[in-house]
C-alpha cells in the first residue's frame, strides 16, 4: 500500500471530477447510481489522500509540535476564509441573500447556507487539528487509530455525511500498514461492516442522522473506492501510451483544491443554478470554463502564496 505523490496527486484530479460530475449531472436530472454516489466517493478519496499524505509528511521528519505544523491548519483556515469572502461579494453584487453571510466567516463550513458543500472544510480542518493533537500526546499506534477513527466518525456525524466517517484515518492506517497489504485489508473490511450496523441501526450512536438505503452502499464505496483506485493508477503509471492522460490529471490536480472550494457555490447559488438546469449541457460546459478560469487565479494568487511553507518562513522572519 506504498503510494508515492504522483499518484496521490492523479487520485486528487479523480476525486475533483467525480465531485463535480455527479453534483452537475444530478442538477440537470440525470439521476442514477452514478450521480448519487460519485460526490461522496470523490469526498471520500479527497479524505483519504489527505490522511495518507498528512500520515508521510510527519513521517519524515519524526514528528514535532513546530511552528510548520500549525501553519498547516492556519494555511487551510485562512484559504477558506478568502475563498469565502469572494463568494459573500458575489453574492451582494448579485442582490441575493443565501442565509447570514457574516457568520460563514467563523463557522468553518460548518452547515453552511452560503455553500453546503464546504462541510467538508469544517471536517479537514478539524481532522487535522485532531491528528495534530493525537500524534503529539499518543505513542501507541493502535490507540492513534482508533482516537482517529472515532474523530472521523463524531465530526461526520455532526455535518451530517456518515459515509465519509472513516476516509481520513484510513489514509493515516494505510500509510501506517504501507508494508503490511494483507493487515490493512482486513482493516477496511471490518470498517465496512461497522459502517453497515450503523447505518441499519444495530449500532446505535447519539446523533440524528439522516439515513437512506444508498447510504449504505454510499459507505462501503467510500471505504473501498480509493484504495482500488490508488492501486489501478499505481499499475496503470507503467503502462506506456498514457502520458497525455496522466498529462491532464498532473494539472487538475494543481487546480483540485481551489475547484473543490467553488464547484458547490455554482449548484447552491439559485442564480447559477437556473442557468445550468435551462441550459443543460452547454450550461454546465459554460459554468465549468468559469469554475477553471476562478480555479487557475485562485490557486496562482492565493493558495500558493499562503502555503504552509510560506507562512511558516514569514511568521520565524518575524520572531527572529
Excluded at 22 to 51: C, E, K, P, Q, R
Excluded at 84 to 104: C, D, S
Excluded at 124 to 151: G, P
Excluded at 235 to 240: D, G, K, V, Y
Aim: net charge neutral.
Amino acid at each position: 500500500m506504498n503510494f508515492n505523490k504522483q499518484t496521490t496527486a492523479y487520485c486528487k484530479a479523480i476525486a475533483i471530477i467525480l465531485v463535480i460530475s455527479g453534483h452537475y449531472l444530478h442538477l440537470i436530472g440525470m439521476d442514477n447510481l452514478y450521480t448519487m454516489n460519485s460526490g461522496a466517493i470523490g469526498v471520500g478519496m479527497f479524505l483519504f489522500v489527505s490522511g495518507y499524505g498528512l500520515e508521510a509528511s510527519i513521517e519524515k521528519v519524526n514528528f514535532q509540535a513546530d511552528l510548520s505544523q500549525l501553519m498547516r491548519i492556519v494555511s487551510l483556515i485562512i484559504v477558506y476564509e478568502f475563498a469565502t469572502i469572494l463568494k459573500i461579494i458575489i453574492t451582494i453584487f448579485m442582490h441575493m441573500n443565501q442565509g447570514g453571510n457574516l457568520k460563514e466567516l467563523f463557522i468553518l463550513g460548518f452547515r453552511s447556507d452560503l455553500d453546503p458543500t464546504m462541510w467538508y472544510m469544517f471536517f479537514i480542518i478539524f481532522m487535522y487539528c485532531a491528528f495534530y493533537v493525537v500524534h503529539y500526546l499518543i505513542e501507541n499506534i493502535f490507540i492513534k487509530w482508533i482516537i482517529m477513527l472515532i474523530c472521523g466518525l463524531i465530526l461526520a456525524g455532526v455535518s451530517h455525511y456518515i459515509s465519509a466517517s472513516f476516509s481520513f484515518a484510513l489514509g493515516v492506517v494505510a500509510f501506517d500498514l504501507r508494508n503490511n497489504e494483507k493487515l490493512f485489508n482486513v482493516i477496511a473490511i471490518i470498517l465496512a461492516f461497522i459502517s453497515s450496523f450503523i447505518l441499519f441501526g444495530f449500532i446505535k450512536i447519539p446523533y440524528d442522522f439522516v439515513i437512506s438505503s444508498p447510504a449504505i452502499n454510499m459507505t462501503i464505496l467510500v471505504v473501498f473506492v480509493p484504495i482500488c483506485c490508488m492501486k489501478l493508477l499505481n499499475n496503470l503509471s507503467e503502462i506506456n501510451g498514457l502520458d497525455f492522460f496522466y498529462a491532464s490529471l498532473k494539472q487538475i490536480a494543481k487546480l483540485s483544491f481551489a475547484l473543490y472550494l467553488f464547484e458547490g457555490f455554482g449548484f447552491s447559488n439559485p442564480v447559477f443554478s437556473n442557468v445550468i438546469v435551462n441550459y443543460r449541457i452547454w450550461g454546465i460546459l459554460s459554468y465549468l470554463f468559469i469554475l477553471l478560469v476562478v480555479a487557475y487565479l485562485f490557486t496562482n494568487y492565493i493558495i500558493k502564496p499562503l502555503n504552509y511553507r510560506n507562512l511558516t518562513d514569514a511568521i520565524s522572519g518575524l520572531l527572529r
